[in-house]
């Protein structure tokens, strides 16, 4: 049984990964500051012995008494529109909070794990992306905020590992997608839907030939334990093969709701990734790779959608 502090346990992904642990029979001790993440996401695992809440910025440095055998540091805004409300907070996360999260793994000789991220590639000029491109990103644009903390965080991460030997792992994790995603976080997915089953227009940047591809938010859990498990310090992608134009997402998504629904189209976004899918050799060579289809995740979220849109009008 080990001890696993999660940053951003709160959060999307990191209540998700909270659930993982736990159901392996760890400790957990997720750390949130609430800024973006809701403490109803872990509401089910309160009372739980092996489970304890911290609201904190990881700015200000975690301290915690008894062991810790892992630090995974998934706190940050991660929607465009959240890192572009809260720019400076972004920042700080990934510069400062990874500081002290790798100097809580550094104090107890606990494996680090970084949330990175596919925008280190920026708007990409390879494709599909592998580890080993440097990337394409606009320091000074709005988006570098998010994409140049996450960069920063690795060159941190891989710095701790040089110069004080801890075990570190760096996952860049592409689009994931399903339950407990907020309704309104203005990332494509969500905001369809949340369009889609109130009978809005579906909103589409551009001419929405960009292109994502989106994986279950199950299968990423099961990557990055692969990844903290099995892999060594090199960064590794953990995605969904599978591209399709955000433009094709917006049908899909009517179809799985059924939504009369129209779409419209709006501005694009500054510095608009064109092209994004995982190159996952990598992965795939640690033994892992994405098991659930679009449809069958569309669906399990549409469920997720309803019933949280049903509870925002009770
Ligand atoms: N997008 C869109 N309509 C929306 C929200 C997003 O067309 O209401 C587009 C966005 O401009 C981008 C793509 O969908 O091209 C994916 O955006 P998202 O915010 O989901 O994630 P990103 O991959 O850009 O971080």
Redesign the pocket.
């Known amino acids: 049984m080990a001890r696993v502090v999660i940053t951003g346990g709160a959060g999307f992904i990191g209540s998700h990964l909270v659930e993982a642990f736990l159901a392996r029979g760890d400790r957990v001790v997720a750390v949130d500051n609430l800024l973006t993440g809701s403490r109803q996401n872990v509401a089910r695992h309160e009372g739980s012995p092996n489970f304890e809440f911290v609201q904190r910025d990881v700015c200000q440095g975690i301290f915690l008494s008894g062991p810790v055998d892992a630090v995974l540091h998934f706190a940050s805004p991660a ?2 529109r959240d890192y572009l409300e809260h720019p400076i907070p972004t920042l700080k996360v990934g510069a400062l909070g990874t500081h002290a999260a790798l100097g809580l793994a550094r104090a107890k000789g606990a494996k680090f794990l970084i949330a990175s991220t596919s ?1 280190v590639y920026g708007d990409p000029e390879v494709h599909p992306q592998s580890e080993t491109y440097w990337g394409h990103v606009n320091p000074v644009g709005p988006r570098g905020v998010y994409d140049e903390a996450k960069r920063y965080a690795e060159a941190m991460t891989m710095a701790y590992h040089r110069v004080h030997g801890i075990e570190t792992r760096i996952v860049r994790i592409f ?1 994931t997608y399903g339950p407990r995603m907020r309704l309104r976080d ?4 969500p ?2 839907l949340s369009q889609a089953l109130t009978g809005l227009p579906i ?4 001419d ?1 030939s ?1 292109t ?1 591809s989106f994986c279950y938010v199950e299968d990423t859990v099961a990557g990055i334990l692969t990844v903290l498990d099995k892999a060594g310090p090199d960064p590794v992608n953990v995605g969904a093969p599978g591209e399709i134009t ?1 433009l094709e997402l917006a049908k899909k998504v009517i179809a799985a709701t059924g939504s009369r629904s129209t779409i419209t189209h709006v501005p ?2 500054v510095d ?2 064109r092209r ?1 899918e995982p190159d996952l050799t990598r992965a795939r060579a640690l033994g892992w790779g994405p098991r659930t289809p679009l449809a069958a995740g569309l669906e399990r979220t549409v469920a997720y959608f309803r019933e949280a849109l049903a509870a925002e009008r009770r």
């Open positions: 929607s465009p925008e689009n203005g990332r494509a997915l905001e369809f909103t589409v940047h551009g929405g960009q994502r955000i694009a976004m608009d990734p994004r």
